[in-house]
């Protein structure tokens, strides 16, 4: 779909090492006024095709965590109005005129979260505990910022009403099984660093009861096992980056 305008909307993007998602997700950004990717100095070809497309504004800014990091993206917008992506989402025809209506009709809303659809290898994961899936992507930025409490999975402070938009945005988060658990250990180690900077202290028991709840909650409740085998490696990968968690912040104390 071809857009013959320009909105008041900044898409921000924060990369690292993304050469394989980029070039089709900025082919999709047509619609937007202003497209920033703020990069933590790639080692891969990244920059190289973000810096292709002519409307793409390339920034590399150290990362400390993603509150930050998102935050420091913000703040570069020249827009009120932001459009958050990771490089492995995709936005339908849909959700984007959804989207365009929403931002010239909006008068009500501060922020919007979004439905999304998880991706397993191109395939969609219906249950193991996403199906309920939904994250703020859109906000007025006057209205809205992230928290530096969490160094991951980042909380939106929004002053405002909140609204939902209807269409889903496409999440491809596994691509294949080493990928997803570099992933997953990554978050598990952030989240013990978060834990840590609290003065959390480990739990021997949590470390043995909550990734075994965790697995059985997302495979039996969540119903994971109608995924068939999909069902279980995300179940299986989720509750591993719990007791990564655990087995980090167990490090931390002792160092």
Not at 83 to 92: G, P, Q, V, Y
Not at 208 to 226: A, C, D, M, S, V
């Amino acid at each position: 779909m071809k857009y013959n305008h320009n909105t008041n909307i900044s898409v921000l993007i924060i990369t690292l090492n993304e050469e394989s998602q980029m070039k089709a997700l900025l082919a999709d950004l047509d619609f937007a006024d202003e497209i920033i990717v703020v990069d933590s100095f790639s080692t891969d070809t990244t920059e190289v095709i973000c810096k292709s497309f002519e409307n793409v504004k390339f920034i590399q800014n150290k990362f400390e965590n993603y509150s930050s990091q998102r935050n420091f993206a913000i703040s570069q917008a020249k827009n009120d109005w932001v459009l958050f992506l990771d490089a492995d989402e995709r936005l339908t025809t849909e959700l984007k005129k959804e989207i365009l209506f929403t931002i010239k009709n909006n008068l009500t809303y501060a922020a919007f979260l979004f439905p999304r659809t998880f991706m397993f290898e191109n395939k969609v994961l219906h249950f193991s505990g996403n199906q309920s899936d939904k994250i703020f992507r859109l906000f007025d930025k006057k209205d809205a910022e992230y928290t530096s409490d969490r160094l991951i999975h980042e909380k939106l402070k929004v002053d405002g009403k909140i609204g939902i938009l209807k269409n889903k945005l496409i999440h491809f988060s596994y691509t294949n099984y080493e990928s997803y658990k570099s992933k997953i250990i990554r978050y598990g180690k952030l989240k013990a660093q978060e834990k840590f900077i609290k003065k959390q202290k480990p739990s021997y028991l949590l470390h043995f009861f909550h990734p075994t709840y965790n697995f059985i909650y997302n495979y039996l409740i969540r119903l994971g096992f109608l995924d068939g085998k999909k069902g279980v490696l995300i179940c299986y990968l989720n509750a591993y980056c719990i007791h990564i968690r655990y087995q980090e912040l167990e490090q931390l104390w002792k160092k």
